[in-house]
């Protein structure tokens, strides 16, 4: 069974760091585009970071300069690495991947980690 699997979320003061990490495990063929979304309550489920299989970064623009995203395509794993936490990056962080499983290619979410930061 294929599965993306998040970890590193939890409560950090402002001005502090966290980093994500999100593993896809099961039987993959191949693996595309990885990124991390999310979503503050009330609100609708934002595109924080994206890495194509190139290396290629795309980034919310309220998160560029002070998050990375990056990726492991021997271990299959994608990391967030964020800087500089503001309250406003509160929220649940979801890691989300483009997988070839047998045969079909879709897009295959993980179940979300929380971030909180306090002020």
């Known amino acids: 069974q294929v599965q993306l699997v998040e970890s590193g979320g939890g409560l950090v003061q402002a001005g502090g760091s966290l980093r994500l990490s999100c593993a896809a495990s099961g039987i993959i063929f191949s693996i595309g585009t990885m990124g991390w979304y999310r979503q503050a309550p009330g609100k609708q489920r934002e595109l924080v970071a994206s890495?194509?299989?190139?290396?290629?970064?795309n980034y919310a623009d309220s998160v560029k300069g002070r998050f990375t995203v990056s990726r492991d395509n021997v271990e299959n794993t994608v990391y967030l690495q964020m800087n500089s936490l503001k309250p406003e990056d509160t929220a649940v962080y979801y890691c989300?991947?483009?997988?070839?499983?047998?045969?079909?290619?879709?897009?295959?979410w993980g179940k979300g980690t929380l971030v909180t930061v306090s002020s």
């Open positions: 890495i194509t299989s190139g290396g290629s970064t």
């Open positions: 989300n991947a483009d997988l070839v499983v047998q045969y079909t290619r879709r897009d295959y």
